[in-house]
Protein backbone atom coordinates (compact mmCIF):
# COMPACT_ATOMS: atom_id res chain seq x y z
CA UNK A 1 0.00 0.00 0.00
CA UNK A 2 1.22 3.83 -0.32
CA UNK A 3 2.43 5.05 2.94
CA UNK A 4 1.95 8.94 1.98
CA UNK A 5 3.49 11.36 3.87
CA UNK A 6 3.17 14.86 2.18
CA UNK A 7 5.83 17.34 2.89
CA UNK A 8 5.82 19.60 -0.16
CA UNK A 9 2.07 20.48 0.99
CA UNK A 10 4.53 22.19 4.27
CA UNK A 11 5.86 24.96 2.16
CA UNK A 12 2.76 26.73 1.44
CA UNK A 13 0.26 26.86 -1.36
CA UNK A 14 2.62 29.17 -3.61
CA UNK A 15 4.17 25.92 -3.95
CA UNK A 16 0.98 23.39 -5.05
CA UNK A 17 -2.10 23.63 -6.53
CA UNK A 18 -4.92 21.48 -5.26
CA UNK A 19 -6.36 19.37 -7.84
CA UNK A 20 -9.07 16.97 -9.03
CA UNK A 21 -8.96 14.41 -11.18
CA UNK A 22 -12.09 14.18 -13.81
CA UNK A 23 -12.85 10.34 -13.47
CA UNK A 24 -11.89 8.01 -16.34
CA UNK A 25 -14.23 5.64 -17.06
CA UNK A 26 -12.63 1.94 -17.55
CA UNK A 27 -9.17 2.62 -16.92
CA UNK A 28 -7.40 -0.63 -18.49
CA UNK A 29 -4.17 -2.08 -16.71
CA UNK A 30 -1.51 -2.04 -19.58
CA UNK A 31 1.61 -1.63 -17.81
CA UNK A 32 2.72 -2.69 -14.33
CA UNK A 33 6.68 -2.78 -12.85
CA UNK A 34 6.21 -5.84 -10.64
CA UNK A 35 10.16 -5.32 -9.43
CA UNK A 36 9.56 -1.63 -8.66
CA UNK A 37 6.83 -2.21 -6.50
CA UNK A 38 8.09 -5.01 -4.65
CA UNK A 39 10.90 -2.69 -3.97
CA UNK A 40 8.61 0.16 -3.18
CA UNK A 41 6.69 -2.29 -0.88
CA UNK A 42 3.29 -1.43 -3.00
CA UNK A 43 0.92 -3.70 -4.38
CA UNK A 44 -1.37 -1.85 -5.76
CA UNK A 45 -2.37 -2.53 -8.93
CA UNK A 46 -6.00 -1.22 -9.27
CA UNK A 47 -6.64 0.79 -12.13
CA UNK A 48 -8.97 2.78 -10.28
CA UNK A 49 -6.10 4.30 -8.38
CA UNK A 50 -3.33 4.64 -10.95
CA UNK A 51 -5.80 6.69 -12.91
CA UNK A 52 -6.98 8.83 -10.16
CA UNK A 53 -10.66 7.45 -9.78
CA UNK A 54 -10.40 6.40 -6.29
CA UNK A 55 -8.30 9.04 -4.05
CA UNK A 56 -6.52 6.98 -1.61
CA UNK A 57 -5.83 8.03 1.96
CA UNK A 58 -3.24 10.32 2.30
CA UNK A 59 -2.75 11.40 -1.03
CA UNK A 60 -1.93 14.82 -2.03
CA UNK A 61 -3.31 15.49 -5.09
CA UNK A 62 -1.88 18.87 -6.23
CA UNK A 63 0.25 20.08 -9.42
CA UNK A 64 3.37 21.64 -8.52
CA UNK A 65 3.93 24.79 -10.30
CA UNK A 66 8.01 25.52 -12.10
CA UNK A 67 9.33 27.69 -14.32
CA UNK A 68 11.94 27.41 -17.28
CA UNK A 69 13.88 28.25 -20.24
CA UNK A 70 12.31 26.38 -23.10
CA UNK A 71 14.81 26.36 -25.95
CA UNK A 72 16.98 28.55 -24.48
CA UNK A 73 13.70 31.45 -23.84
CA UNK A 74 12.07 32.09 -20.02
CA UNK A 75 8.13 30.31 -19.64
CA UNK A 76 6.32 30.21 -16.07
CA UNK A 77 5.26 26.56 -16.18
CA UNK A 78 4.06 23.68 -14.09
CA UNK A 79 2.45 20.61 -14.05
CA UNK A 80 0.08 20.79 -16.76
CA UNK A 81 -0.68 17.10 -17.14
CA UNK A 82 0.54 15.69 -14.13
CA UNK A 83 -0.23 14.89 -10.25
CA UNK A 84 1.19 14.29 -7.23
CA UNK A 85 -0.67 11.25 -5.69
CA UNK A 86 1.94 11.42 -2.69
CA UNK A 87 5.30 11.13 -1.71
CA UNK A 88 5.26 7.01 -0.60
CA UNK A 89 8.04 6.64 1.91
CA UNK A 90 9.58 3.14 2.49
CA UNK A 91 12.49 2.61 4.91
CA UNK A 92 12.99 5.91 5.35
CA UNK A 93 13.63 6.73 1.85
CA UNK A 94 10.98 9.13 -0.15
CA UNK A 95 9.72 8.69 -3.54
CA UNK A 96 7.18 10.99 -5.03
CA UNK A 97 4.38 9.09 -6.53
CA UNK A 98 3.19 10.86 -9.83
CA UNK A 99 0.08 10.64 -12.32
CA UNK A 100 1.78 11.95 -15.75
CA UNK A 101 -1.28 12.62 -17.98
CA UNK A 102 -4.24 12.71 -15.57
CA UNK A 103 -5.94 15.60 -17.11
CA UNK A 104 -5.88 19.26 -16.81
CA UNK A 105 -4.73 21.23 -13.99
CA UNK A 106 -4.05 25.16 -13.37
CA UNK A 107 -1.05 25.07 -15.54
CA UNK A 108 -2.62 23.78 -18.38
CA UNK A 109 -2.59 26.69 -20.28
CA UNK A 110 -4.46 25.62 -23.93
CA UNK A 111 -3.60 21.82 -23.28
CA UNK A 112 -6.19 18.75 -22.93
CA UNK A 113 -3.51 17.44 -20.42
CA UNK A 114 -3.48 14.23 -21.35
CA UNK A 115 -0.60 12.32 -22.15
CA UNK A 116 -0.83 9.66 -25.80
CA UNK A 117 -0.54 6.21 -24.73
CA UNK A 118 2.56 5.82 -27.40
CA UNK A 119 4.34 8.43 -25.09
CA UNK A 120 3.76 6.46 -21.87
CA UNK A 121 5.13 3.16 -23.53
CA UNK A 122 8.31 5.35 -24.79
CA UNK A 123 8.57 6.39 -21.31
CA UNK A 124 8.28 3.63 -19.53
CA UNK A 125 10.54 1.00 -21.74
CA UNK A 126 13.43 3.80 -21.87
CA UNK A 127 13.36 4.75 -18.20
CA UNK A 128 13.57 0.83 -17.49
CA UNK A 129 16.59 0.99 -20.04
CA UNK A 130 18.22 3.76 -18.29
CA UNK A 131 18.45 2.30 -14.54
CA UNK A 132 19.68 -1.42 -16.04
CA UNK A 133 22.21 0.71 -17.77
CA UNK A 134 23.42 2.16 -14.41
CA UNK A 135 22.11 5.65 -15.36
CA UNK A 136 19.95 7.94 -12.66
CA UNK A 137 16.47 8.18 -13.65
CA UNK A 138 13.07 9.05 -12.85
CA UNK A 139 11.04 5.16 -12.63
CA UNK A 140 7.95 3.90 -14.23
CA UNK A 141 5.56 2.22 -12.00
CA UNK A 142 2.50 1.57 -14.07
CA UNK A 143 0.80 2.82 -17.55
CA UNK A 144 -3.73 2.65 -17.67
CA UNK A 145 -4.50 3.04 -20.82
CA UNK A 146 -8.32 4.84 -20.90
CA UNK A 147 -10.73 4.92 -23.19
CA UNK A 148 -10.47 8.55 -24.47
CA UNK A 149 -8.90 9.13 -27.73
CA UNK A 150 -6.59 12.14 -28.24
CA UNK A 151 -5.74 14.40 -31.04
CA UNK A 152 -1.82 14.87 -31.65
CA UNK A 153 -0.43 14.44 -35.16
CA UNK A 154 -3.15 11.84 -35.67
CA UNK A 155 -6.28 10.22 -33.24
CA UNK A 156 -4.48 8.58 -30.44
CA UNK A 157 -5.11 6.63 -27.10
CA UNK A 158 -4.67 8.29 -24.29
CA UNK A 159 -2.78 6.61 -21.46
CA UNK A 160 -1.57 7.78 -17.48
CA UNK A 161 1.74 6.62 -16.46
CA UNK A 162 3.21 6.62 -12.71
CA UNK A 163 5.97 7.88 -12.15
CA UNK A 164 8.67 7.37 -9.14
CA UNK A 165 11.16 9.82 -8.70
CA UNK A 166 13.12 11.19 -5.75
CA UNK A 167 11.31 14.08 -5.93
CA UNK A 168 9.99 16.20 -8.87
CA UNK A 169 11.77 19.32 -7.94
CA UNK A 170 13.52 20.76 -10.95
CA UNK A 171 16.26 23.80 -11.90
CA UNK A 172 12.94 25.72 -12.80
CA UNK A 173 11.37 25.18 -9.63
CA UNK A 174 14.25 27.69 -8.68
CA UNK A 175 13.58 30.26 -11.74
CA UNK A 176 9.99 29.81 -9.92
CA UNK A 177 11.20 30.21 -6.47
CA UNK A 178 12.93 33.34 -6.85
CA UNK A 179 10.16 34.70 -8.54
CA UNK A 180 6.66 33.85 -6.73
CA UNK A 181 7.37 35.54 -3.37
CA UNK A 182 9.15 37.30 -0.71
CA UNK A 183 11.35 34.34 1.21
CA UNK A 184 9.92 31.84 -1.15
CA UNK A 185 13.86 31.04 -2.66
CA UNK A 186 15.20 30.66 0.95
CA UNK A 187 12.13 28.36 2.05
CA UNK A 188 12.27 25.79 -0.92
CA UNK A 189 16.26 26.10 -1.16
CA UNK A 190 16.16 24.71 2.58
CA UNK A 191 13.46 22.39 1.67
CA UNK A 192 15.27 20.90 -1.05
CA UNK A 193 19.11 20.97 0.74
CA UNK A 194 17.18 19.12 3.80
CA UNK A 195 15.15 16.57 1.43
CA UNK A 196 18.13 15.74 -1.13
CA UNK A 197 21.40 17.21 0.18
CA UNK A 198 21.07 16.83 3.69
CA UNK A 199 24.96 16.51 4.08
CA UNK A 200 25.05 20.38 3.65
CA UNK A 201 22.26 21.61 5.79
CA UNK A 202 24.48 22.66 9.21
CA UNK A 203 27.33 23.73 6.31
CA UNK A 204 28.35 27.68 7.18
CA UNK A 205 28.21 28.59 3.25
CA UNK A 206 25.29 26.14 2.40
CA UNK A 207 23.81 27.89 -0.56
CA UNK A 208 27.27 27.75 -2.24
CA UNK A 209 27.91 24.26 -1.45
CA UNK A 210 24.54 23.23 -2.66
CA UNK A 211 24.83 24.65 -6.28
CA UNK A 212 28.42 23.03 -6.05
CA UNK A 213 26.93 19.66 -5.14
CA UNK A 214 24.39 20.02 -7.72
CA UNK A 215 26.66 20.77 -10.73
CA UNK A 216 28.52 17.60 -9.39
CA UNK A 217 25.51 15.67 -9.81
CA UNK A 218 24.76 16.92 -13.29
CA UNK A 219 28.20 16.34 -14.14
CA UNK A 220 27.94 13.29 -13.24
CA UNK A 221 24.45 12.78 -15.12
CA UNK A 222 25.27 14.07 -18.47
CA UNK A 223 28.90 11.84 -18.55
CA UNK A 224 27.10 8.37 -18.36
CA UNK A 225 24.50 10.06 -20.90
CA UNK A 226 27.29 10.54 -23.20
CA UNK A 227 29.34 7.30 -22.42
CA UNK A 228 26.11 5.17 -23.32
CA UNK A 229 25.01 7.53 -26.15
CA UNK A 230 21.39 8.72 -24.76
CA UNK A 231 20.17 11.54 -26.51
CA UNK A 232 17.62 13.47 -24.12
CA UNK A 233 16.14 15.41 -26.84
CA UNK A 234 14.92 18.40 -24.36
CA UNK A 235 16.92 19.81 -22.04
CA UNK A 236 14.86 22.56 -20.94
CA UNK A 237 15.80 23.68 -17.45
CA UNK A 238 12.96 22.49 -16.59
CA UNK A 239 13.77 19.17 -17.33
CA UNK A 240 16.69 18.73 -14.99
CA UNK A 241 15.80 17.11 -11.54
CA UNK A 242 17.94 18.81 -9.01
CA UNK A 243 18.71 15.16 -7.32
CA UNK A 244 20.36 14.29 -10.88
CA UNK A 245 17.68 11.82 -12.17
CA UNK A 246 16.99 11.67 -15.79
CA UNK A 247 14.04 12.99 -16.13
CA UNK A 248 11.32 13.56 -19.41
CA UNK A 249 11.53 10.88 -21.49
CA UNK A 250 9.54 13.16 -24.54
CA UNK A 251 11.68 13.23 -27.47
CA UNK A 252 14.20 11.12 -26.73
CA UNK A 253 16.55 8.65 -28.24
CA UNK A 254 20.01 6.60 -28.57
CA UNK A 255 22.94 6.75 -31.12
CA UNK A 256 23.34 4.50 -33.58
CA UNK A 257 25.58 5.78 -35.99
CA UNK A 258 28.34 7.57 -34.08
CA UNK A 259 28.48 11.11 -34.64
CA UNK A 260 28.19 14.01 -32.19
CA UNK A 261 25.75 16.59 -34.34
CA UNK A 262 23.16 13.84 -33.80
CA UNK A 263 19.15 14.80 -33.49
CA UNK A 264 16.13 12.54 -33.50
CA UNK A 265 13.71 15.34 -32.36
CA UNK A 266 11.42 16.41 -34.37
CA UNK A 267 10.77 19.77 -32.27
CA UNK A 268 14.72 20.02 -32.26
CA UNK A 269 15.24 22.38 -35.75
CA UNK A 270 17.90 23.90 -34.58
CA UNK A 271 20.11 21.18 -33.03
CA UNK A 272 20.51 22.96 -29.83
CA UNK A 273 20.03 19.70 -27.92
CA UNK A 274 22.17 17.82 -30.28
CA UNK A 275 23.96 14.97 -28.73
CA UNK A 276 27.35 16.60 -28.94
CA UNK A 277 26.15 19.58 -27.28
CA UNK A 278 24.41 17.86 -24.19
CA UNK A 279 27.76 18.70 -21.77
CA UNK A 280 27.72 22.37 -22.35
CA UNK A 281 23.71 23.03 -22.49
CA UNK A 282 23.96 20.98 -18.78
CA UNK A 283 25.96 24.07 -18.07
CA UNK A 284 24.14 26.45 -19.24
CA UNK A 285 20.95 25.25 -17.33
CA UNK A 286 23.42 25.14 -14.22
CA UNK A 287 24.22 28.76 -15.16
CA UNK A 288 20.28 29.95 -14.79
CA UNK A 289 20.17 27.60 -11.68
CA UNK A 290 22.93 29.67 -10.49
CA UNK A 291 21.76 33.09 -10.99
CA UNK A 292 18.45 32.28 -9.21
CA UNK A 293 20.81 32.63 -5.81
CA UNK A 294 22.77 35.70 -6.60
CA UNK A 295 20.32 37.88 -4.55
CA UNK A 296 19.67 35.45 -1.87
CA UNK A 297 23.58 34.68 -0.86
CA UNK A 298 24.12 38.09 -1.02
CA UNK A 299 21.59 38.88 1.30
CA UNK A 300 22.56 36.52 3.58
CA UNK A 301 26.74 36.42 3.62
CA UNK A 302 27.01 40.02 3.21
CA UNK A 303 29.14 39.57 0.80
CA UNK A 304 29.41 42.24 -2.20
CA UNK A 305 26.83 41.31 -5.36
CA UNK A 306 30.77 41.10 -7.11
CA UNK A 307 32.17 38.39 -4.88
CA UNK A 308 28.75 36.34 -4.96
CA UNK A 309 29.20 35.89 -8.78
CA UNK A 310 32.46 35.50 -9.12
CA UNK A 311 32.26 32.34 -6.93
CA UNK A 312 29.36 30.96 -8.79
CA UNK A 313 31.57 31.58 -12.07
CA UNK A 314 34.04 29.80 -10.07
CA UNK A 315 31.77 26.86 -9.24
CA UNK A 316 30.51 26.56 -12.40
CA UNK A 317 33.72 26.53 -14.48
CA UNK A 318 34.72 23.37 -12.30
CA UNK A 319 31.44 21.87 -14.29
CA UNK A 320 33.66 21.53 -17.17
CA UNK A 321 36.42 19.95 -15.41
CA UNK A 322 33.95 17.33 -13.21
CA UNK A 323 32.03 16.76 -16.54
CA UNK A 324 35.46 15.82 -18.65
CA UNK A 325 36.78 13.50 -15.15
CA UNK A 326 33.67 11.57 -14.93
CA UNK A 327 33.43 11.25 -18.81
CA UNK A 328 36.90 10.06 -19.57
CA UNK A 329 37.00 8.17 -16.64
CA UNK A 330 33.56 5.75 -17.98
CA UNK A 331 35.25 5.98 -21.75
CA UNK A 332 38.26 4.59 -19.87
CA UNK A 333 36.05 1.61 -18.98
CA UNK A 334 34.49 1.53 -21.88
CA UNK A 335 38.09 0.32 -23.23
CA UNK A 336 39.16 -1.78 -20.35
CA UNK A 337 41.10 0.74 -18.12
CA UNK A 338 40.87 0.91 -14.56
CA UNK A 339 42.53 4.75 -14.99
CA UNK A 340 42.95 6.95 -17.18
CA UNK A 341 46.10 9.00 -18.81
CA UNK A 342 47.01 12.13 -21.34
CA UNK A 343 48.14 9.06 -23.49
CA UNK A 344 44.71 6.94 -22.90
CA UNK A 345 42.72 10.32 -23.46
CA UNK A 346 44.09 10.53 -26.96
CA UNK A 347 43.52 7.49 -27.48
CA UNK A 348 40.14 7.66 -26.83
CA UNK A 349 39.36 10.94 -28.86
CA UNK A 350 41.30 9.57 -31.54
CA UNK A 351 38.82 6.59 -31.48
CA UNK A 352 36.04 8.80 -31.77
CA UNK A 353 37.30 10.76 -34.72
CA UNK A 354 37.66 7.54 -36.46
CA UNK A 355 34.14 6.38 -35.81
CA UNK A 356 33.01 9.62 -37.24
CA UNK A 357 34.94 8.77 -40.22
CA UNK A 358 33.68 5.33 -40.75
CA UNK A 359 30.32 5.71 -39.24
CA UNK A 360 30.21 3.35 -37.27
CA UNK A 361 27.77 1.58 -34.89
CA UNK A 362 28.59 3.40 -31.39
CA UNK A 363 27.00 0.46 -29.30
CA UNK A 364 28.45 -2.48 -31.32
CA UNK A 365 31.98 -0.70 -31.52
CA UNK A 366 32.39 -1.12 -27.93
CA UNK A 367 30.59 -4.75 -27.75
CA UNK A 368 33.00 -5.84 -30.65
CA UNK A 369 35.95 -4.19 -28.76
CA UNK A 370 35.13 -6.31 -25.19
CA UNK A 371 34.99 -9.54 -27.12
CA UNK A 372 38.17 -8.76 -29.29
CA UNK A 373 36.72 -8.78 -32.26
CA UNK A 374 39.43 -6.62 -34.44
CA UNK A 375 38.40 -7.90 -37.53
CA UNK A 376 34.74 -6.04 -37.04
CA UNK A 377 37.17 -2.51 -36.48
CA UNK A 378 38.23 -2.14 -39.75
CA UNK A 379 37.01 1.62 -39.67
CA UNK A 380 39.79 1.76 -36.69
CA UNK A 381 43.42 2.19 -38.03
CA UNK A 382 45.95 -0.69 -37.39
CA UNK A 383 47.99 1.60 -35.55
CA UNK A 384 45.33 2.59 -33.22
CA UNK A 385 44.89 -0.85 -32.14
CA UNK A 386 47.84 -1.76 -31.84
CA UNK A 387 48.49 1.18 -29.68
CA UNK A 388 45.28 -0.14 -27.38
CA UNK A 389 46.35 -3.59 -27.29
CA UNK A 390 49.31 -2.94 -26.07
CA UNK A 391 47.98 -0.79 -22.91
CA UNK A 392 45.20 -2.84 -22.48
CA UNK A 393 47.74 -5.65 -21.91
CA UNK A 394 48.95 -4.36 -18.78
CA UNK A 395 44.99 -3.89 -17.39
CA UNK A 396 44.64 -6.96 -15.11
CA UNK A 397 40.44 -6.56 -14.82
CA UNK A 398 40.17 -5.45 -18.30
CA UNK A 399 37.43 -7.70 -19.46
CA UNK A 400 35.46 -7.46 -16.37
CA UNK A 401 35.27 -3.69 -16.95
CA UNK A 402 34.73 -3.74 -20.44
CA UNK A 403 31.79 -6.36 -19.53
CA UNK A 404 30.32 -3.74 -16.76
CA UNK A 405 30.58 -0.82 -18.93
CA UNK A 406 29.77 -1.96 -22.91
CA UNK A 407 25.72 -2.83 -23.09
CA UNK A 408 24.67 -5.20 -25.72
CA UNK A 409 21.24 -3.92 -25.89
CA UNK A 410 19.73 -0.45 -25.87
CA UNK A 411 16.19 0.72 -26.83
CA UNK A 412 16.83 1.41 -30.66
CA UNK A 413 14.88 4.10 -31.75
CA UNK A 414 13.71 2.14 -35.28
CA UNK A 415 12.83 -0.82 -33.08
CA UNK A 416 11.21 1.21 -30.43
CA UNK A 417 9.01 3.07 -32.88
CA UNK A 418 8.03 -0.28 -34.14
CA UNK A 419 7.34 -1.62 -30.98
CA UNK A 420 5.20 1.68 -29.80
CA UNK A 421 3.19 1.41 -32.89
CA UNK A 422 2.12 -2.02 -32.74
CA UNK A 423 0.99 -1.49 -29.09
CA UNK A 424 -0.81 1.52 -29.72
CA UNK A 425 -2.19 0.97 -32.70
CA UNK A 426 -2.75 -2.45 -32.72
CA UNK A 427 -3.09 -3.51 -29.08
CA UNK A 428 0.32 -5.84 -29.96
CA UNK A 429 2.21 -5.89 -27.14
CA UNK A 430 4.74 -9.02 -28.13
CA UNK A 431 7.44 -6.91 -29.83
CA UNK A 432 7.14 -4.41 -27.20
CA UNK A 433 7.38 -7.03 -24.05
CA UNK A 434 10.46 -8.47 -25.82
CA UNK A 435 12.27 -5.23 -26.02
CA UNK A 436 11.24 -4.25 -22.28
CA UNK A 437 12.85 -7.81 -21.33
CA UNK A 438 15.72 -6.96 -23.31
CA UNK A 439 16.64 -3.65 -21.61
CA UNK A 440 16.31 -4.43 -18.39
CA UNK A 441 19.36 -7.36 -19.26
CA UNK A 442 21.29 -5.16 -21.15
CA UNK A 443 24.77 -6.44 -20.82
CA UNK A 444 23.83 -9.58 -22.31
CA UNK A 445 24.79 -10.59 -25.32
CA UNK A 446 22.39 -13.50 -25.60
CA UNK A 447 19.67 -11.13 -27.40
CA UNK A 448 17.44 -11.10 -30.13
CA UNK A 449 20.11 -10.16 -33.14
CA UNK A 450 17.41 -7.56 -34.59
CA UNK A 451 18.05 -5.64 -31.15
CA UNK A 452 21.90 -5.34 -31.51
CA UNK A 453 21.58 -4.41 -34.68
CA UNK A 454 21.31 -0.90 -36.59
CA UNK A 455 18.83 0.20 -38.59
CA UNK A 456 19.64 0.82 -42.54
CA UNK A 457 20.48 4.19 -43.00
CA UNK A 458 17.54 5.34 -44.92
CA UNK A 459 15.49 4.24 -41.95
CA UNK A 460 17.48 5.52 -39.19
CA UNK A 461 17.40 9.09 -40.74
CA UNK A 462 13.97 8.19 -40.90
CA UNK A 463 12.62 7.90 -37.33
CA UNK A 464 12.26 10.89 -35.68
CA UNK A 465 11.17 11.02 -32.12
CA UNK A 466 7.93 13.46 -31.20
CA UNK A 467 7.54 15.00 -28.08
CA UNK A 468 3.89 13.44 -27.67
CA UNK A 469 2.11 16.35 -26.24
N1 LIG B 1 -1.15 17.96 -23.25
C1 LIG B 1 -0.76 18.85 -22.35
N2 LIG B 1 -1.66 19.52 -21.60
C2 LIG B 1 -1.27 20.40 -20.68
N3 LIG B 1 0.00 20.73 -20.42
C3 LIG B 1 0.95 20.10 -21.12
C4 LIG B 1 0.62 19.14 -22.12
N4 LIG B 1 1.77 18.69 -22.65
C5 LIG B 1 2.77 19.33 -22.03
N5 LIG B 1 2.29 20.17 -21.10
C6 LIG B 1 3.06 21.02 -20.21
O1 LIG B 1 4.03 21.72 -20.98
C7 LIG B 1 5.29 21.74 -20.30
C8 LIG B 1 6.39 21.19 -21.19
O2 LIG B 1 6.04 19.91 -21.61
P1 LIG B 1 7.03 18.68 -21.60
O3 LIG B 1 6.56 17.76 -22.66
O4 LIG B 1 8.45 19.16 -21.56
O5 LIG B 1 6.77 18.06 -20.16
P2 LIG B 1 6.03 16.76 -19.75
O6 LIG B 1 6.57 15.62 -20.51
O7 LIG B 1 4.57 16.95 -19.81
O8 LIG B 1 6.40 16.70 -18.21
P3 LIG B 1 7.66 16.22 -17.38
O9 LIG B 1 8.75 17.22 -17.58
O10 LIG B 1 7.10 16.27 -16.00
O11 LIG B 1 8.03 14.84 -17.83
C9 LIG B 1 5.11 20.97 -19.02
O12 LIG B 1 4.94 21.89 -17.99
C10 LIG B 1 3.85 20.18 -19.24
O13 LIG B 1 3.13 19.96 -18.04
Request: proline content about 4%; aromatic content about 10%; glycine content about 6%.
Amino acid sequence: MFNFNNTILSLGDDFYSKEKVVPTKDPKLVMFNDALASQLNIQDKNPEVLVGNTIVDGAAMVALPYAGHQFGTFTMLGDGRAMLLGEHVVDEERFDIQLKGSGRTAFSKVGDGKLPLDAALREFLISEAMHHLNIPTTRSLAIVETPSKIIREEIKPAGVLTRVASSHIRIGSFEYAVRSGEGNLKKFADYTINRHYPEIEDCPEKYFDFISAVVDRQASLVAKWQAVGFIHGVMNSDNVQIAGETIDYGPCAFLDTYHPETVFSSIDTNGRYQFGNQPSIMQWNLTRFAETFIELITVETGLDEEVVTGRLEEILAEYAHLYNAYWFDLMGQKLGFSSIDEHDKELIIDMLGMMIEAEMDYTSTFTALTEGKFDELSGLSETWIETYKERVSGEENAQDLMNAANPYVIPRNHIVEEALFNAWKHDDYDLYNELLAAVRDPFNPDHNEYFMTRPERHVEMGHMTYCGT
